[in-house]
């Protein structure tokens, strides 16, 4: 089975940085990864498919990129809403495999 | 826009079948574009994939769950169902129901509900 890493695994940011974190995938997936943000108590919430699409609703301060392999999730300029566990998976084909998923809070 | 709310009982014994239901509304649970699977979160810890079922019937399991998990469908209901058995602690976890697009992930969640496994 194919398995997704993300780092890191915690990031401290202050509001207005931008942040970055990375997926890897132990084979090539083609574009066929999304991102996920989670708040404590609540269920996930699609971020970006595709890699880099922007699911509806989503602001524009969120990003993605990458193929194949290797991918990126931006947040160009961090605000404090977006406090949350953030996880990468890989769509293409069953198991449907999770990152372990990077915690990203306030300094 | 889709609402998924999954129900069922919090504490299971061990040994014991796990069984909860999704009900969907604000979408066609026979809808040919969607997939609707269960996906489950030990306590601090990441997501687990376990199922996705299609309308029609086709399931998909994980190889990690699947002797002991079975999912179903009831479309004049708007439910789908997940039942694992031989339960241990280890399955103790928030349990989510979402919605798969085969072309984006899991577009829609519903709240997830905690499943204790204690005797």
């Keep these: 089975d194919i398995q997704m890493t993300q780092s890191p695994s915690s ?11 990375t997926c890897r995938a132990s084979q090539g ?4 990864l999304a991102w996920y943000q ?3 108590g609540k269920g996930p919430k699609l971020l970006i498919y595709g890699g880099s699409t922007l699911q509806s609703g989503v602001p524009s301060r969120f990003s ?3 193929s ?6 931006t947040i160009s300029s961090l605000q404090p809403e977006d406090v949350a566990t953030y996880y990468c998976q890989k ?7 999770f990152g372990q998923g990077t915690k990203l809070e306030i300094k | 826009q889709p609402q998924l709310q999954e129900s ?3 504490l299971v014994k061990p040994s014991e079948t796990l069984s909860l239901i999704c009900t969907v509304s604000g979408a066609s649970i026979s809808s ?6 269960w996906i489950r979160q030990p306590p601090g810890k990441g997501l687990e994939w376990i199922a996705n079922i299609y309308y029609s019937g086709s399931t998909y399991y994980n190889a990690s769950l699947k002797s002991r998990v079975i999912i179903s469908i009831d479309t004049s209901e708007r439910q789908f169902s997940l039942k694992l058995s031989s339960v241990t602690v280890a399955d103790t976890a928030v349990y989510f129901c979402a919605r798969y697009d085969a072309a984006a992930g899991f577009d829609y969640w519903g709240q997830g509900t905690l499943v204790t496994v204690a005797s």
């Design chain 2, 32 to 37: 040919s574009s969607y997939y609707w699977g």
């Design chain 2, 8 to 10: 069922g009982p919090g």
């Design chain 1, 38 to 40: 989670q708040k404590p």
């Design chain 1, 11 to 21: 990031l401290s940011a202050s509001v207005g940085d931008r942040v970055t974190i």
């Design chain 1, 68 to 73: 194949g392999t290797d991918f990126t999730l």
């Design chain 1, 91 to 97: 769509y293409l084909s069953a198991p449907y495999t």
């Design chain 1, 29 to 32: 997936i083609a574009n066929f």
């Design chain 1, 64 to 66: 993605g990129s990458g």
